[in-house]
T-cell receptor, first 109, second 116 residues
Framework: TQLLEQSPQFLSIQEGENLTVYCNSS?????LQWYRQEPGEGPVLLVT???GGEVKKLKRLTFQFGDARKDSSLHITAAQPGDTGLYLC?????????WGAGTKLIIKP | EAGVAQSPRYKIIEKRQSVAFWCNPI?????LYWYQQILGQGPKLLIQ????????DSQLPKDRFSAERLKGVDSTLKIQPAKLEDSAVYLC??????????????FGEGSWLTVV
């Protein structure tokens, strides 16, 4: 069974701090996606990474796909209250999408 | 462009009752998904349709859950009879084609079910 483990499960920090969340697996994925889900809403796609070692930036968010395409990280610089939400990673393999359990992020003003 | 529409948004039922959720995907999207998301967990795929055919229903509890997409457009998910552990958000999602690498999936707002 393919698994994606996200860490930490929960993170609460002050506005302006930096943070990194991780998505790890023993399986190789053809691509990996990061989603943000706000309370009462469905997940919204932030980014898709496809190539091993790929780095993508979305304003203050930096996403990296591991060289072996088994893991990924999301780094947020100078976090803002608007970044609060559940961050989910999902790996594509054999035409299936394997989901992590998510990292619940709270940014305190 | 209209997003994925779901209804009802909220439903409270007693155990052993039945409930049905409706989903209208983004126009032209061939692939439709139903996910179950329990509080504090990631989404779990229940069923995936490609047009009106089932691609994957391996995690659908078929003794109580059923889903259909008769005309390849909108879909319904039914639970009968409901159990307490079915309390969750039921997310419908669609994509232009589900099998492509890096394909974008668009989610609806979800239908929140509480079984008491």
């Amino acid at each position: 069974t393919q698994l994606l483990e996200q860490s930490p499960q929960f993170l609460s920090i002050q506005e302006g701090e930096n943070l990194t969340v991780y998505c790890n697996s023993s399986s190789v994925f053809s691509s990996l996606q990061w989603y943000r889900q706000e309370p009462g809403e469905g997940p919204v796609l932030l980014v898709t990474v496809v190539t091993g070692g790929e780095v993508k930036k979305l304003k203050r968010l930096t996403f990296q796909f591991g060289d072996a395409r088994k893991d990924s990280s999301l780094h947020i610089t100078a976090a803002q209250p608007g970044d609060t939400g559940l961050y989910l990673c999902a790996g594509a393999s054999n035409y299936q999408l394997i989901w992590g359990a998510g990292t619940k992020l709270i940014i305190k003003p | 462009e209209a997003g994925v529409a779901q209804s009802p948004r909220y439903k409270i039922i007693e155990k052993r009752q039945s409930v049905a959720f409706w989903c209208n995907p983004i126009s032209g999207h061939a692939t439709l998904y139903w996910y179950q998301q329990i509080l504090g967990q990631g989404p779990k795929l229940l069923i995936q349709f490609q047009n009106n055919g089932v691609v994957d229903d391996s995690q659908l509890p078929k003794d109580r859950f059923s889903a259909e997409r008769l005309k390849g457009v909108d879909s319904t998910l039914k639970i009968q009879p409901a159990k307490l552990e079915d309390s969750a958000v039921y997310l419908c999602a669609s994509s232009p084609s589900g099998s492509r690498v890096g394909n974008t999936i668009y989610f609806g707002e979800g239908s929140w079910l509480t079984v008491v």
